[in-house]
């Protein structure tokens, strides 16, 4: 059949519409097609090891590996069961899991990519034992190495405890039923026995009060703890020839006990640290030292233990030797951590005997928030801390209730807001 030569334009234009338009849908097709399905990263535990065990409360350091084929890693994260522990961003992907009490504990590891895809490593299962050693069984006898109280294996110790009150005043609570209470129920580790010098305490009736602090004294190592004997003083330069004769006499008594650790004078007040203290501290130290060349000797400085950077100015020349600082969290804030990292900077090693929840007056407001502020500076200085105080009074910083029973087994309703928060503390962080 012939076509006439004149539709032949418009058959061409046709075949080509038709051509163009195959064209297209193909090339949309390809546009269009699904690219290589993108790879989640790979992760995996390499330490601990599985079935791993550990004594309480431990520090344990979780380790993976993690890679990523097409992208990188932006995180990983580790778990204690649904728990989120902590997270690392960077490699190596290490993270210390510090405080770990007793207990089974199932950990992964989860990597996630810069594509947000992620997975989770195979899970392993660790143990966290009881540790049933007392204080003195696990670190044995102290020393101050820099800025640290080191435990016979030259690792950093933090003591946490109570500070009992003027022993000549609420001095019921010096007895071994509240020292093993303290230890048991409130996990002290280290108990302070405040001698109270005057007025009408050691200087009055020596026999009295020094019963009651050797009282506190036979009680701490009945139970394995630390025990700080305080010469409860203000005026210290004036009494010099007692001090000698008591820390002489206890120094004599339980220089093998590594139990003992001396504060030889609580909180000088309107006095110079070079021309007052510093002499003082040499004198009751060499007494001491005569007997007990070993226990840790914390000294008190300027304006009621705080001014604790010109004790580093100018510190005594002895092997372990610690510097006291006090504050009350409602009064004492930044400046005084500040004051007391210049301080640790210049090498000295610093010891709190003596801190409250409250206003320095012991009453007053009670600054938890401060006070937590306070605990994040000492754990991350590893200072160590006692309370002040165990007490029935009615002040702010007082740890029970007014009648409270004098040999321990305190109630809730018998133990203050302050005692609460800091039992509560303890709890958490000593073994």
Not at 149 to 164: A, C, E, H, I, K
Request: proline share 5%; with cysteine.
């Amino acid at each position: 059949m012939n076509f006439p030569t004149r539709k032949l334009p418009g058959l061409l234009l046709a075949a080509l519409f038709g051509a163009v338009i195959v064209l297209f849908f193909s090339c949309s097709k390809s546009g269009n097609s699904t690219p290589a399905e993108l790879k989640a990263p790979v992760v995996s535990i390499t330490s601990p090891a599985a079935a791993s065990s550990f004594a309480a409360p431990a520090n344990i350091i979780l380790t993976a590996t993690a890679s990523d084929a097409d992208g990188n890693i932006t995180k990983v994260e580790f778990f204690s069961g649904s728990a989120k522990i902590g997270e690392v961003s960077t490699s190596p992907y290490s993270y210390t899991w510090s405080n770990v009490t007793a207990g089974t504990y199932t950990i992964t590891a989860k990597a996630i990519d810069n594509n947000g895809l992620s997975s989770v490593s195979p899970a392993l299962t660790i143990a966290v034992a009881a540790d049933n050693k007392t204080a003195v069984e696990r670190y044995g006898q102290l020393k101050i190495v820099g800025n640290n109280m080191v435990d016979r294996n030259n690792q950093p110790v933090q003591l946490r405890g109570m500070s009992l009150f003027w022993s000549q005043w609420i001095g019921g609570y010096y007895n071994e039923q509240a020292v093993k209470w303290l230890k048991d129920d409130w996990k002290c580790n280290i108990v302070r026995a405040a001698l109270a010098v005057e007025p009408d305490g050691y200087l009055s009736n020596p026999a009295r009060e020094k019963a009651k602090i050797i009282a506190v004294i036979d009680a701490a190592i009945q139970q394995g703890i630390y025990v700080l004997v305080d010469w409860h003083d203000e005026n210290a330069q004036s009494h010099t020839g007692e001090a000698i004769t008591f820390f002489t006499e206890i120094a004599q008594k339980y220089a093998n006990a590594p139990n003992i650790i001396y504060e030889i004078w609580n909180e000088p007040v309107n006095v110079s640290w070079s021309g007052v203290i510093k002499p003082h501290a040499d004198t009751i130290i060499n007494a001491i030292r005569k007997y007990d060349p070993d226990n840790i000797i914390v000294v008190g400085t300027p304006n009621w233990s705080q001014n604790v950077d010109e004790a580093a100015n100018s510190p005594l020349p002895y092997s372990n030797i610690a510097y006291t600082l006090h504050y009350y969290a409602s009064t004492h804030k930044q400046w005084l951590r500040d004051k007391a990292t210049v301080a640790l900077n210049k090498g000295i090693s610093l010891f709190v005997t003596e801190f409250g929840t409250s206003e320095a007056s012991g009453n007053g407001f009670l600054d938890e928030a401060e006070t937590r502020s306070w605990w994040t500076f000492l754990d991350e200085k590893k200072i160590s801390w006692c309370n002040w105080s165990i007490a029935d009074k009615n002040e702010t910083s007082a740890a029970l209730m007014p009648g409270a029973p004098v040999n321990g087994g305190w109630t809730d309703a018998q133990i203050s807001r302050s005692g609460k928060i800091v039992r509560t503390e303890l709890r958490l962080k000593n073994p």
